[in-house]
């Protein structure tokens, strides 16, 4: 007999999860992952950097380091991010076990149970659930395919009893909905938050992985616009490239943020992994960065137009998505009512599983979307997945 | 403008890094950390397994994994902790961050603010973070050298006017206090508790650092004594003997609470790092782990004894201690009311530095008492440093 928190009770696991036991097949088709290939990680450059270790290196790859993150990488990834136009000196860098826990820690720096908090629809489904383990009361906010609706950020700013406590945002190639937020739109954006007291979490965990350099125009992050008048927190990770089994992320933030921050982080888990800081700030070091960088971007842009063009030519006129143009998601809007969890356990009988809408619900609710992950499935796998699930979306709405 | 949540009002920094920054030179003795000596961590062991790790295991290492572990870790842990004698059929095994991370769980999953929990006094400082950051109402329970009292246990237990969510404990050789609990206390402790309906957090990070083979009998962890009517969350780690810089740590716990855990570890860091839970994998496989053990703990002995010699000539009457048999530490009984800040600031001035009592009271007041590591010194500086502390202890009693 065990008497949990409140707070955990809010805490689902989730449907895939639940359906894939069911389904237990091998060769299934994976467009349900968040995560890169495994046949695109660094492997070579990861070894080279190991073989170069110092004795002295190792030894404080080891050993515990100060909770913020190790000194040399703590260097590395400021030279980094001054590169990229963000305000490294106006604000303090946090090294996190994954960027997920710089949103817990976040969360858990501003939430108390039963605030309010502003998310967009649909939403990141760990923030969402870091958010619930703190007791939030969520508010969302649509997507366009421009980004967040300024008129209904706006209704919601003018209408709510209560002052929300931040605003959470992926504004660069969005997980799940894979958009990309116009320039204009961040500029109505910081316009409409301006003064308001209101922090907003900025989290970029995706914006290397564009597809177009026409687009670099749209990709500057609202920190690095360091707009007058808003507190931006801004969160980052090195899973989505380099490899997340390194669990490493970070949040540039305000100096009162971060002291906050650090207080929480020493309570979690005291430092991330100085081993695979080790290996991060050497990957960033030795300058091997951008130029793997370089070389997977078009592997990831090549399976993103695979499956727009066979989404386009098999999936029924009433479906709908915006083509991405980065990131590693596609999401579809099927029409008015559909269940896409029906679709998926049709599909998971087919061999293949996506992620169903619901999922990214912030109120768990709505379910007539669906996402598709692009970044974990070869040519082939694509060739051979995407009718399966269009087959699966044509049996239940019809 | 920030308006943090309530739960991070009740976290502060510890005295040592406040006062470390006023006196920051080189050369500093550090009697502060838990952590192992750098000169001691297997670098060479853990050169051959990164060098016979195939492609395979490699691209696992980069990946995420499950969020309980990843499968070859959580095999070898299993068999581990089986030889052990530790229940693992019945129970579940969630890999963390660290085993402060599966405390900060455990304290997430339990507390509700203003529920109140039951420690020991003193009690690891990392434990009483995670719990103020729950915003328990933590009542503490003295510890005798035979490890905690029975009979002010008793009277907490039957005074107290609410159920306790549980109560956390560092039976073998405990941080800060090195106590080992004599096994008749173990047994008595578990007569106390059971049908109670209050869990047990058992913190066992310590107990493979033992320096006398006799000691093996006390030393039996109260999970593998498997008690009726009294359900044990344990909890170890991987930071104390194989480096703190993978972190990694550990919880064995019953099915229904390690369901909650696995939730609110997702919402955390979605998983630990892949990357060291294949060398901590490997280095268990490879039955490189007690061999490493058998080779340190003599290292550690040696420390300790040294340190206690040394207190036995120099220290006061008018102070005490219990020679420790295993662990890291060593915790020195001052008179009443002498202030160990003001001791350990004038011990920062000589050029060393521990840490102050009130860092380990849960309620951050009793401070005549404070901690000696042995762990991170060598020889020399344990010959060097133990007369600065007496001292700075002596200066401050006369």
Known sequence: MFHFSNSVASLRSSEIRDLMSLANKPNMILFSGGMPDNELFPLQEVDAIYMRLTAREKQMAMQYGPTPGIPPLLGSLTEFLREKGLPVDDNKLLITTGSLQAINILGHAFIDPGDTILVENPCFIGAISAFRSYQANIVSIPLTPEGIDPEALQHTLDTLQVKPKFLYLTPNFHNPAGTLYQHSTKLKLIGLMRDREIPIIEDDAYSELYFHDEDIEHLQTLKSMNPEGLDICYTGSFSKILGPGLRLGWMLVPDEVYRKCELIKQSID????????????????????LPYLKRIRPEYKRRAEL???????????????????????????????????????????????????????????????????????????????????VESIREEIL
């Open 270 to 289: 005291a430092c991330s992994p100085s081993f695979t800081q080790m290996i991060a700030h050497k990957f960033l070091e030795s300058g091997v960065y």
């Open 307 to 389: 499956m727009t063009q066979l989404l386009d030519e098999l999936l029924p006129e009433s479906c709908s998505f915006t083509p991405p143009r980065g990131g590693f998601y596609i999401w579809i809007q099927l029409p008015d009512g559909t269940d896409s969890t029906s679709i998926l356990r049709r599909a998971i009988e087919k061999g293949v599983v996506f992620v169903s809408g619901k999922t990214f619900d912030p109120h768990g609710q709505r379910n007539d979307r669906l996402r598709l992950s692009f970044c974990n499935s070869s040519i082939e796998k694509i060739r051979e997945g995407i009718p399966l699930v």
